[in-house]
């Protein structure tokens, strides 16, 4: 058949561009560059696939939710109860915490999913306020309050030791970051994907071109709960230790912040967004240890004043200006 | 049954009231296969309200929905999409930000059952992509594949909402006031591309303009306050005095 160039052009458009290597190429540098920054740095890279498992409910299926943390915090518990209680292998410990934030995200998905907007958003939250305080409650189990005590992770492979300055941290938290934002890249492609950004643009829609939308948004919610997870036990196993923090509304709203920083629904956001608040949270800290938080806020502010779309917006919009 | 007299489309006894409000009055509706068929009516007639009870966004209170004689009166939207029964909006309801390929080839997927796919990419459903170019070709929208539909004169935008439902391979097609909203002058290129759909598809017209009404349709029915009127060939529903009092009026064609 026919093979003009718009068809053309548009059955390339999953293909590699030679930017996309650049957060991969400034992760290695970085390595090597900051030594002393390793523990940071294994955050900043968990933390970017907890970002990137908000983006692709809300930047693609459009899911405003403010509940990612009861997965976050859901496979960071499961893999801490595993460690404390004498399994500590990190990569069976990742599976299972993922797999469980999944069943999480799925059964409450069957519930709240029938819902949209506001509603929607508050039901996100609740359900991760009603875990939050199960798992308070259940104190015997989680140590409530202190946080769970004497997880013990194991190496990786029975090789790659958790060492002090985060080396295998940083490496194990790269490579499974990589491994999942190829999964999702290849997912947003994918005619599911598209699908996904059909219902964010007009869910009447899709559904009167017969795309089953209900099962579309489940799958995907149940699909970011699991990455959710995983960035979760990632933290966990890295700085052995998991709290009720890990389930709190502040840790929904950051991850928000950091993706809205760095744009919204173009897969990068996180990349970008993630590092400038946690680089930018670090340095005020250490500036002004009291009122840090002012200065995050003031960030936001001019980032939602003055570049709609983020970081990446801006980029975009100057890229257009240029040619 | 017989073939031959089942018609494409048919609703019997439909009733669906919101509160004090009956928006459909025991409607009885034949569309028979291949048909062009218009449904007028006055604003607030529940036109809009058949156009959803019929497609399965609005459950009806009573009566039934057939489709090719079986019924789907409880079926969900999508299946009935599936079954061929497709609409087009009143106001454009599309992918704005997305390019018109794009939206085409979603409707395409979804028809195709791979629009569920998580990991081969949609690049590689060359099939999908180049039967949605193909369609744009037929409209005479190839030339702008690539823009988003947001960029589009609202005209255009007429078309691509004919082009994603014809895209789904429809045997029944309920266009809601397809030339609403488009200046006079672009409304003959929609009226054309009206009167070269193929023969086989059922066509169910719900639209204002007059002019579009008696070129393309061969049968009229009038809906007023949620029942039917009146039912005829044009001719003779323009000389019902009946119609021409509560809706026509003074309008009707020379």
Redesign the interface.
Same mark, same amino acid.
């Given at each position: +058949?026919?093979? &003009?160039g %718009?068809?053309g052009? @548009?059955?390339?458009?999953? *293909?590699h561009h030679p930017l996309e290597a650049l957060p991969w190429l400034a992760a290695v540098a970085a390595y090597f560059a900051f030594p002393s920054y390793l523990p940071l740095g294994a955050q900043i890279l968990a933390t970017i696939l907890f970002a990137l498992s908000a983006d692709l409910v809300l930047g693609y299926a459009g899911i405003v939710t403010l509940g990612q943390a009861a997965f976050f915090g859901a496979g960071a518990y499961t893999a801490g109860l595993l460690a404390a209680h004498g399994w500590g292998e990190p990569v069976s410990g990742l599976l299972a915490g993922a797999v469980v934030a999944a069943l999480i995200g799925l059964l409450s998905g069957i519930v709240i999913l029938r819902t949209t907007g506001l509603t929607l958003l508050m039901l996100t939250l609740v359900v991760a306020s009603m875990l939050y305080e199960a798992v308070n409650k259940a104190s015997w189990l989680t140590g409530g309050d202190d946080g769970l005590q004497g997880m013990q992770v194991w190496p990786i492979f029975g090789w790659f030791r958790f060492d002090l300055f985060g080396r295998t941290a940083y490496c194990y938290c790269l490579i499974v970051l990589f491994l999942c934002w190829l999964a999702v890249r290849? +997912?947003v492609?994918?005619? @599911?994907?598209?699908?996904l950004?059909?219902i964010r =643009?007009?869910i009447?829609?899709m *559904?009167?071109? /017969?795309?089953?939308?209900a099962? !579309?948004r489940l799958?995907v919610y149940t699909i970011s709960a699991a990455l959710a997870g995983a960035s979760g036990v990632l933290i966990a196993q890295t700085t052995g230790f998991v709290g009720l923090t890990f389930l709190g509304l502040d840790r929904s709203g950051s991850v928000l912040i950091m993706l809205i920083i760095g744009g919204v629904g173009r897969l990068y956001g996180a990349f970008i967004g993630v590092p400038l608040y946690m680089i930018a949270q670090d340095r005020f800290s250490e500036i002004d240890p009291v009122y840090w938080y002012f200065w995050i806020g003031l960030l936001m502010v001019v980032v939602v004043v003055f570049a709609r779309g983020g970081v990446l917006g801006l980029f975009e919009r100057f890229w257009r200006w240029t040619r | 049954m017989d073939e031959v007299n089942t018609p494409a489309l048919e609703t019997v006894g439909l009733q669906k009231s919101f509160g004090a409000l009956t928006v459909a009055n025991a409607v009885d509706f034949r569309l028979e296969r291949g048909a062009r068929h218009a449904l007028i009516g006055p604003n607030g007639a529940g036109k809009t309200t058949f156009v959803e009870l019929v497609?399965g966004?609005l459950r009806p209170n009573a009566g039934q929905i057939r489709l090719d004689g079986a019924d789907i009166t409880h079926l969900p939207?999508?299946?009935?999409?599936?079954r061929g029964l497709?609409?087009t @909006?009143q106001i454009t309801?599309?992918? !704005?930000? $997305? &390019?018109i390929?794009?939206n085409v080839?979603? %409707?395409i997927? =979804?028809?195709q059952g791979?629009? /569920?796919? $998580? @990991?081969?990419?949609?690049?590689?459903?060359?099939a999908a992509? =180049?039967e949605a170019?193909l369609l744009l070709e037929r409209l005479g929208l190839?030339d702008e594949? $690539?823009r988003p539909v947001n960029m589009l004169a609202y005209g255009r935008q007429r078309l691509v909402e004919i082009a994603?439902s014809l %895209? $789904?391979s429809p045997e029944v097609l309920l266009l809601d006031e397809p030339a609403a909203g488009v200046p006079s002058g672009e409304s003959g290129t929609i009226i054309e591309v009206i009167e070269r759909l193929p023969s086989d598809i059922a066509l169910l017209i719900i639209e204002h303009d007059m002019d579009l009404v008696f070129r393309v349709a061969q049968r009229i029915t009038v809906l007023v306050q949620g029942s039917v009127l009146a039912e005829g060939p044009p001719e003779e529903i323009a000389r019902d005095p009946e119609v021409r009092r509560v809706y026509l009026g003074e309008r009707g064609p020379a």
């Open positions: +058949m026919r093979n &003009s %718009a068809v052009i @548009f059955a390339r458009r999953h *293909h290849r +997912m492609h994918s005619p @599911f994907g598209r699908s950004v059909g =643009e007009n009447r829609r *559904h009167a071109i /017969g795309a089953p939308v099962r !579309r799958v | 497609t966004a939207q999508a299946s009935r999409v599936k497709v609409r @909006f309801a599309l992918f !704005r930000r $997305l &390019s390929l794009e080839t979603l %409707a997927c =979804e028809r791979i629009g /569920g796919g $998580l @990991f081969r990419p949609a690049g590689h459903h060359p992509i =180049e170019y190839e594949a $690539l994603v %895209a $789904l």
